[in-house]
Every structure is written in structure tokens, then in C-alpha cells.
């Protein structure tokens, strides 16, 4: 094949090649002598036992055949016998581009399980970015990286939205503790430690926030969460894209420099602690003078100091603990978690295979964001369901947001009876919280004659509000129309707000939520995109529009994230609210809430 005849991208994708490979690359393409001992390490094997394209050598060989053709002597020479062949054309490349993010989650059990040392996931990432720069990807890919690229995090949390919800967080933590110094600190400067998150925290689960603010409050640490450069995840790691990578590690960074923190603490995630603490300074071309570490070492530490109390007796529920890929195959962080288990909660079961063993959660490897494989992804999730059930746990812990999302996934898809928590939740829950004595502090006159006048009015019986009434956080006497083709979940987001005290409509498709908007002017409108008939974005511009509907406030929820875009690319004002589906009860709330104003 010559290269007139070659496709310009796959062209690039030849060239590019060469200047990706390196010594361990190289060592992990020419090293397999196809012996098979790694098949059955791969969840996709196990659940395709009879599809030979889902082995590691097979998916390996889609991407060796090119550098035997290009890069190895022997392909020159011998191109029939070592099975080297090119690729030509664009179909040749989406062919691999299925391969290498379809059908492998990057999360190196059959790396482990190699005699000669092959390490497919990183061959396997490192044709992700050669595609990735000819932008061949999943358009969830595209998505994801484009908001951290431009927004600097890849779930497109807005500055604005992260600095609220902080506030929102300190306001609550400081009357849960009673406490006027219970704040989250913002680019405080000097601190012992700089706390870095993951947007999924901001956006569906943010009571892992406050909950870490409760531990560093309670230990005395002086701590600030940055106003930028918060963002420990890193989407380079998932799509072989190193400029993505150094460029994220280094806002992370040189926010942590500036501040002059003494020490970066990564909440629990898998690929972010791998991305920030073993990857970032290779990407980033940077040398940075600050520690780094997870935060369950640092709960860890500060149980086993004396910094905080915890008493285990308040998680009694049976766990068992799901090691993430990332984590303990790339990092070896396994037992520091198990250390922490074993403190927090009274009944914790190990999962067989664990450790460096353990199985994928399905959700590694970016794969959350690329629903077009969602059906092969939980149906490669037997496995795992298989050792969920197996410990019989009620609780899986995990010290990762990308395998809560992936476990969540598989729990509901296998029908298993168990919730998904991470340790921080549970280290909060057995927290002993001592509260600040209150100081009798001695009047001064003019306090004295305004307590004088806050009595006298206080013992004046005023009207209750409807909205007084009610518990803090409840939906009472809000209307919400929930949008949504799939029963399923029409029926779980149904239930949730009702539990809460909402009143709920429902649509099945884009024409009814119109219909029903129209009749029944509800306070908020949640919105799915992909619904057959009329789409979501065009019932949400044509409502936008709409001189009755045009203020209605409308939250998006989807399970495609790559068509975020057709809803604000369009010329009219931006949605209220935004989540990814899966959804979990705590996320829903608290944006519902959220885009509401109601006090939580
Ligand atoms: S890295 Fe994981 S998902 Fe990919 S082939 Fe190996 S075992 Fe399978
Ligand atoms: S990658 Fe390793 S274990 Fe798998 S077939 Fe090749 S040599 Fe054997």
C-alpha cells in the first residue's frame, strides 16, 4: 500500500506511532508468544466466552500488526509469518477504534497475568491518543475531554457552581456541627493540605465534600479546597492523550504551588490518584516541591494519631471493599484502605479474587462516558456481579467515583441487593463529633435591651409559612413533571421526589411533557434527550421559546453525554440543571434542590 493510497488519517496514525513508541512499548509489542494465559483474565472473555476477538492477544495483535509493518524488522521481511499489515483506510481505523475502547477498559488484569511481561493497556492507550489525534473516538470522548480542556474539568462544572455549592456545604456543616469555624476553606494560603475532588462531587455527590470537611475539621487540619485548579481527575489517562494530561496535572499543580499548600490531598478516585500522583509530573514536564497522597492515608493517619475519634459500632451493615484497577493494580494502594475498613466498620468481608486481582468494575477506562458500548460493557460485568453477590455484603466500598458509577451500573443491571459508599462516607458516619461548649459571654447594655426586644417579639405568635412547616430540604408543595421515555426510570425519579414531598407528573414523550407543561405549569420540568417522536433538545428550545413555557425551569437528564451539546449549542438561555444518567437518589435531590432554591 503506498501512501497515495492511504487515507491522510491513517497516514498520521502510522507516523504518529513512531514517535509514541518507547522502550516498554516496544518490549510489550514484540514480547507475547501468544500463549493464551492471559485470556481468561478479561471480564470481556469471561462473558463472551465463545468470541475470540475480546482476548487481550487478539485486541493486542489489531494494534502490533501495524507496528510489525512500520516499526519491527521482521514484518519487513517476514510480513506474512509475524502477521504485520497496515491500515488504509478510515473504516480500518473506526475497525480499531471499537477494539481499543470498546472492547477493553485499560485495566491491566491481563498485564498481571502475562509470563513474558506484556503490558497490553498501555499499547492499548497508546493507540487511544493516535486515533484521539486524527479525532477518531467516541463521541463521549470528544465530549469530555473538550470540558477539560476548555472548562478545566471534565464534567463542565462552571466556576460559579463549584464556589455555591462549597458555600452551600459550609453553611450546612457548620449548623449540623454547631459550629461557627466549621467552614470549608477557599485558597487559603500556606496550608498543610490542599484538597483536590473529582466534579463528579460537585455534581451528584456532594455530600463526599462535606463529609471529607467534617474529617479535616474534626483532626484540626489546617486545609483549603482551591477556587481553580480543583480538579484531580485526569481524562488524558483514558484517552492516550498525553498533551490532555500534562496540561490538566499542571492547573493542579501550579494552583497548589501558588497557594503554597505543603501537601496535596486526592480525594478517592482510582485514575485521579493514578493520573496526579504516578502519571501527572511526566505529562506536565514538572517537578513539583509538595507531598502527595490519597485521602485514606490521610483518614488513616489521622485515626491512627489520635487526630480524630471514630467509633465502628455505627456501621454495622456487612461490607465488603472493591479494590479499583487503577488503584491497587498501578498504584498498590491496597491495604491502607483495608486498614480503614477494618477501623470504621464492624462487619467487613473480603471479595475473592481481591487486590491486584480484583475485577474490573466496568466503568474503567473512561468507559462510563462512551454509551454506545454500554449494552457489551454490563454484560462484561457478570463477573463482577457474580463476587459482589458471592461476599454477601450489603455495602461495597470503594475508594473510587468512576467504579461507584460502574458498580452502581452492575448492581442494577443484575438485579443485586446491595448500595455502593466509599470510605470517606463511612469514616464521616463513625466520626465522634465532640461539639464546642458554649462560653457564657457577659452583655454588654446595648445587648442587654436587644435581647430585651428579641424576647418581646419572639413571645408575639407570627403566622407559620406553608414552606416553614416543612422539614429542611423537603420538595413540599413543588410540582415537577418528570420527561423521560424509559418507564424504568420515570418510576425510580418519580419515586424519589414524591418520597421528598413533591407533587409528580409524568410524560413518556416530547409532545406530552409539552401538553402537560402547558396545562399544568409545574415548577421544574426534568427533560431526557434521546426519546423517540420529538427529541429532547427540540422540545427544550421549542419551550424556551414559548411565550407560556419560555421561564418554566428545565433540568436535562440523559444517558448520552455526547448530546450535551445540542442543547447548549442552541440560541436560547442554558438548561437549569444538567445530570448523566445513572442518577443515584442523593445527586437528584441535591440538584433538584439546587436548581429550585430550596434550602438543604
Ligand atoms: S486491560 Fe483489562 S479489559 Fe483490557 S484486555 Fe486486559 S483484562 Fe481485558
Ligand atoms: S500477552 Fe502474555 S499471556 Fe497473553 S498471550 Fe501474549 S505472552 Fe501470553
Known sequence: MSKRTRSHNAQKVIERMGKKLNRQIVGSLAGCVHCGLCTDSCHYVLANPGDPTYAPAYKADQIRKIFKRHYDWTGRVVPWWVKAKSVSSDEDLEALKDTVFGKCTNCRRCSLNCPMGVDYATFNRMARGLLVSVGVMPEGVAVVSKDQWEIGNQMGVLKEDYLETLDWLSEEMQDELGDESAVIPIDKEDADVVYSINPREVKYDPRTISDAAKIFHQAGENWTMPSEGWDMTNFGLFSGDDDLGGSVARRLFEKTSALRGRKLVISECGHGYRSTRCEGQNWAQMDVDFEMESSVNTMLRYIEQGRIKVDKSRNKTPVTFHDSCNNARSCGLTEEPRA??????????????????????????????MSEYTPRRLKSGKVKAEQLEATGAQIVVTSCHNCVDGLQDVIRHYKLDMKVTQLVNLVAKALVVEKPVPVEAVPTPAEEVAAITAEVSAATPAPVAAADAAPRGSLDG????????????????????????????????????????????????????????????????????????????????????????????????????????????????????????VPH
Open 340 to 369: 480503614l475498613l477494618r477501623l470504621v466498620c464492624e462487619d467487613f468481608r473480603e471479595m475473592h479474587p481481591n487486590r491486584a486481582e480484583n475485577y474490573c468494575c466496568t466503568g474503567g477506562g473512561g468507559a462510563m462516558s
Open 478 to 597: 413543588y410540582t415537577i413533571l418528570v420527561t423521560d421515555d424509559e418507564p424504568d426510570f420515570v418510576t425510580f425519579a418519580s419515586a424519589i421526589l414524591e418520597d421528598h414531598g413533591a407533587r409528580v407528573l409524568q410524560a413518556h414523550s416530547g409532545e406530552e411533557a409539552m401538553e402537560t407543561a402547558r396545562r399544568e405549569m409545574p415548577d421544574l420540568m426534568t427533560l431526557d434527550l434521546s426519546m423517540p417522536g420529538t427529541s429532547g433538545s427540540e422540545v427544550f428550545e421549542r419551550m424556551r421559546r414559548d411565550p407560556e413555557l419560555g421561564q418554566l425551569p428545565i433540568f436535562i437528564i440523559t444517558g448520552q453525554p455526547e448530546l450535551r451539546r445540542l442543547i447548549y449549542d442552541r440560541d436560547v438561555r442554558s438548561p437549569e440543571g444538567y445530570l448523566d444518567k445513572p442518577i443515584t437518589e442523593q445527586g437528584l435531590l441535591f440538584n433538584i434542590r439546587k436548581a429550585l432554591n
